[in-house]
DNA sequence: GCGATCTT
DNA sequence: AAGATCGC
């Protein structure tokens, strides 16, 4: 059973445009090598271009979807 | 290169 | 199927 918790709270972040803007992440997840510690990698929507970008985040940001 | 994940 | 994400 999978529990997706929604994502709400902002993240700011550097669009590939160049742009810092604070937005919620489409969803959130872990990225370990096994035996890593790795880091938490959101996917984010431009929305100036509607283009889908990944970025890390906070290592406090929640995982989300 | 590894890791998950989704868009391109 | 590849690319992209970050740090170790």
Known sequence: M???MPCTEKVKVKTPGGRELEL???K????????R???KIGL???PG???YFRT???EEY???S
């Open 56 to 58: 890390r985040v906070p």
């Open 44 to 46: 984010f929507q431009d």
């Open 37 to 39: 510690k790795g880091v």
């Open 28 to 35: 959130v997840w872990q990225l370990n090598p096994r035996g």
């Open 62 to 64: 929640p995982l989300c």
């Open 2 to 4: 999978v529990i997706h």
């Open 24 to 26: 919620v992440p489409v």
């Open 49 to 51: 271009t509607g283009r």
